[in-house]
Every structure is written in C-alpha cells, then in structure tokens.
Nanobody, 119 residues
Framework: QVQLVESGGGLVQAGGSLRLSCAAS????????MGWFRQAPGKERDFVAA????????TYADSVKGRFTASRDSAKNTVYLQMNSLKPEDTAVYYC????????????WGQGTQVTVSS
C-alpha cells in the first residue's frame, strides 16, 4: 500500500505564497508521475500540475502557469508545489496523487490540505 501525505496548506493573503509538500511512502513505491489537484467547495476536482519522477517534466493548468511550480526530491520520495501570487480563486483543498504510467489514472491519493487565500 502506498501512502501520500500532504502538508503546507494554510491561510494566506492574496499575493502571498505557500509551498505544499507531498510525501510518499509504502513498501514498494513505484510511480511514473505525481499530480496536484484541487477542489473548491461545490466544484469538481481539477488538475493543477504534474511532474514526472524521471527527468522532472512538468505540466500545468492554464490557470496556474507562471505562478505555481512543481518540483520533486526523489531521494525523499517527496514532491512540492510552490504557489506564488496566490489569488482568492486558488482557495481549495489541494490533493496530491500518484500514477504508474503516462496514460493510466491516478491511483493513490492523499488526504488533502486546505489552502485559503483571503482578499
């Protein structure tokens, strides 16, 4: 079983920054890429960013390009999401997820961490 644990959420003013972390553990953790998703109240869960373990290739939702940066520390099995220039519309529960291949669904999910951006 793989466990994903997010941390780093909190309350921040608009224009501020936060860095989320997602630590992966388990007996045999093997993953192709990690994704970040978010879900605002009353809305569906949306893709935010993804990063591959090998090479660190990243993709971002248009809404966060230029403001958010995904990174990873393979030695620690941890991925990060640096969020700058935060806006009230970034308020959501942020989840990390893991998948084993390029065209497979994300299989393992964390419990989520709340990010609240005040105006």
């Amino acid at each position: 079983q793989v466990q994903l644990v997010e941390s780093g959420g909190g309350l921040v003013q608009a224009g501020g920054s936060l860095r989320l972390s997602c630590a992966a553990s388990g007996r045999t953790f093997r993953s192709y890429s990690m994704g970040w998703f978010r879900q605002a109240p009353g809305k569906e869960r949306d893709f935010v960013a993804a990063i591959t373990w090998s090479g660190g290739s990243t993709t971002y939702a248009d809404s966060v390009k230029g403001r958010f940066t995904a990174s990873r520390d393979s030695a620690k099995n941890t991925v990060y999401l640096q969020m700058n220039s935060l806006k009230p519309e970034d308020t959501a529960v942020y989840y990390c997820a893991s998948r084993s291949g390029i065209n497979v669904p994300y299989h393992y999910w964390g419990q989520g961490t709340q990010v609240t951006v005040s105006s």
